[in-house]
Structures are given as structure tokens and as C-alpha cells.
């Protein structure tokens, strides 16, 4: 690894973040600290990270256990960017709770990122890549669980001229679609379905236009709409 080295200033910074971070954190997660901390190279790149970063230390300071399960786990020394949705993001029982699991997931992936990035664990390549894979999987499990919520009453939209069972598509822009999302880009989406026709086998009834606005509607509150947790 790089040595890191902090301006006076910056230091400074860092070392008044790391102290509010024990005043905030539990007394159980002390010990825990203080021992990361015995670790030079974990120690250098903790300020090296929170002078560059004050989302991530105050991130840190706010959610003290984020940064500790990150490292037990060793999931701060991996990148995630894989086809795969994560599991903690398929099984939601309701959409509030759809609402603050994928920030919760959100807040942890950003603080993953942002430290391997600013340390040099990681290249621009996989963090841009990570980003990408961040956004393709909270869309993802969001539209798969507003899909199915909105079905149970209006039933499943169905092709008029195939009859087969019609998607939601969304199409990724910019960035995104070229999977170089950084960690301050925002997403543009485009929405479409490939065929008209009338839902089935619901409570109510409507048509694959109405269902497919309902759902992008849903879909656009899900990630951009900002609660207690944040964004996604």
C-alpha cells in the first residue's frame, strides 16, 4: 500500500473525527477501536480516509457500528461488482421497509467504496464498476419487489399479441449505461415495456400502461425520495 501521509491540516481534521467517533461510539465498540487502531496501516488509512472524506466520517460517527462490521466481516477489503442482487436486498416485507433496507445498503456500499478508493485498495476501474454494480442492484430489487406488490392487486400485465408476461425495462443513461458511475453521479433512467395489453389475476384490473406508470412511480420514490435514513 501507498504510505499516506496527512498535511498538518488535514491531520488535524482527521484526528478531531477519530475523537468525536469514540465519544459516539458504544462502549462495547471502544476496545474494538482502540485495537483497529494499534494496526498502523488501519490507523493511517482510517485519517487518511476521514481527512478526504467527511461523508465517511461523519458517516462513521453517526453509525459507529458500520465501520466495524465492514472489517469483521472483511467485506471492506472486496469489491462487489458482480450480476448478483445481495441477498439482504430480497426479502423485504413491506415496501417502508423496502425504503430504509436499501438506504441502510446504500449507506454501507458507499462507506465500502469511498474507503478503497481514497486508500488505493481499489483503481478508478473497479470503483466506477462498484458504483454501477450499486445502482444495477438497489434498481433492481426495488422494481422486483414493487413488481410483485402492485400485481397482487392489479394483477400481472400480460402481452395482448403474445401473452406472455410483460417487464418493466429500464434502461440505464450516461454513466450508468456505460457503467462508469462515480461516487457523485447521479442516474438517469428511461422506462418502457414491450407490449400493450391488459394485467390478470389480480384483485383489480388495468391496463400495462397504468401498471408499468404505477410501478416507475414507485420505483422513482423508492430510490430518490429522502427520509430519515437518506437516499438511495
Not at 488535524?12 to 494496526?39: K, M, N
Not at 428511461?190 to 394485467?199: A, K, L, M, N
Not at 388495468?206 to 435514513?229: M, S, Y
Request: with cysteine; glycine share 6%.
Amino acid at each position: 500500500m501507498k504510505n499516506l501521509q496527512l498535511p498538518p491540516a488535514l491531520k488535524l481534521s482527521a484526528d478531531t473525527q477519530l475523537e468525536r467517533f469514540h465519544e459516539q461510539a458504544c462502549e462495547e465498540g471502544r476496545p474494538w477501536l482502540d485495537q483497529q487502531l494499534d494496526d498502523e496501516v488501519f490507523a493511517q488509512q482510517l485519517r487518511w480516509v476521514w481527512a478526504g472524506s467527511e461523508f465517511v466520517a461523519l458517516l462513521c460517527i453517526q453509525f459507529p457500528e458500520l465501520l466495524r462490521d465492514l472489517v469483521d466481516s472483511g467485506e471492506l477489503l472486496t469489491s462487489r461488482s458482480d450480476n448478483a442482487v445481495p441477498a439482504e436486498l430480497l426479502a423485504f416485507e413491506s415496501e417502508a421497509l423496502l425504503h430504509s433496507g436499501l438506504r441502510q445498503f446504500r449507506r454501507r456500499q458507499m462507506l465500502r467504496i469511498i474507503w478503497r478508493d481514497l486508500t488505493g485498495l481499489a483503481d478508478t476501474m473497479e470503483t466506477t464498476a462498484d458504483m454501477s454494480w450499486l445502482a444495477d442492484v438497489t434498481i433492481k430489487a426495488a422494481m422486483d419487489f414493487l413488481y410483485a406488490m402492485l400485481a397482487e392487486r392489479w394483477g400481472t400485465p400480460m402481452g395482448a399479441v403474445s401473452g406472455q408476461r410483460q417487464e418493466l425495462v429500464v434502461l440505464g443513461m450516461g454513466k450508468l449505461g456505460a457503467g462508469e458511475l462515480n461516487v457523485s453521479s447521479d442516474i438517469d433512467l428511461i422506462f418502457t415495456y414491450p407490449e400493450s395489453g391488459d394485467t390478470e389475476d389480480g384483485r383489480s384490473q388495468c391496463t400495462n400502461q397504468e401498471f408499468f406508470i404505477r410501478l416507475g412511480q414507485k420505483l422513482i420514490q423508492a430510490l430518490d425520495n429522502k427520509t430519515v435514513d437518506g437516499f438511495v
